[in-house]
T-cell receptor
């Protein structure tokens, strides 16, 4: 099965600066990589995802990059704001390219300092 | 468009008892996945249902079982509850056989086993 490693576990940045969270995966057949944001006491919210036929995807201040050769993908948040404070999870398909659930990283607690 | 809903919100059970959790998928979605999220951890995949059949299972024992109904709502049943089963149980719905794309989570059921 898939193994997803995520780092750092905690990231503190000044408001307005950029934040980068990195993940690696083990199964070269994996073809879909979502990112979720979870605020305290709330459900995980899908914020962006990328498929393996694309190297980068942007949505306003959020971008995800994928390096299939190295089997790693990253979340980039620019111009950080207080509402970006949350736990962020990366994920990959549990069975590589198969049709079932997601394997999640352990999460990154992003803290935006005013 | 109706979002993913779950019931109950909170539940307290005694070790050895059985519990049933319920999930209504987002309108238009035909796939439901269940996850267990322990405190401070990422969600762990339990199993997925597509068109009323199990479509993949994570590393959980057989006492975790499920159902999906013709309207695509789903149940998670856990028998012989153990203290370690205390967690937030999340369901996520998505569209299509590939299942892993665009999973949207419900608010979760907080289960406490005493």
């Amino acid at each position: 099965g898939e193994n997803v490693e995520q780092h750092p576990s905690t990231l503190s940045v000044q408001e307005g600066d950029s934040a980068v969270i990195k993940c690696t995966y083990s199964d070269s057949a994996s073809n879909y990589f979502p990112w979720y944001k979870q605020e305290l006491g709330k459900r995980p919210q899908l914020i962006i995802d990328i498929r393996s036929n694309v190297g980068e995807k942007k949505d306003q201040r959020i971008a995800v990059t994928l390096n299939k050769t190295a089997k790693h993908f990253s979340l980039h948040i620019t111009e950080t704001q207080p509402e970006d404070s949350a736990v962020y999870f990366c994920a990959a398909p549990t069975s590589g390219g198969g049709a079932d659930g997601l394997t999640f990283g352990k999460g990154t607690h992003l803290i935006i300092q005013p | 468009e109706t979002g993913v809903t779950q019931s109950p919100t909170h539940l307290i059970k005694t070790r050895g008892q059985q519990v049933t959790l319920r999930c209504s998928s987002q309108s238009g979605h035909n796939t439901v996945s269940w996850y267990q999220q322990a405190l401070g951890q990422g969600p762990q995949f339990i199993f997925q249902y597509y068109r009323e059949e199990e479509n993949g299972r994570g590393n959980f024992p057989p006492r975790f079982s499920g159902l999906q109904f013709p309207n695509y709502s789903s149940e998670l049943n856990v028998n012989a509850l153990e203290l370690d089963d205390s967690a937030l149980y999340l369901c996520a719905s998505s569209l299509g056989r590939q299942g892993v794309s665009g999973q949207y989570f419900g608010p979760g059921t907080r289960l406490t086993v005493t």
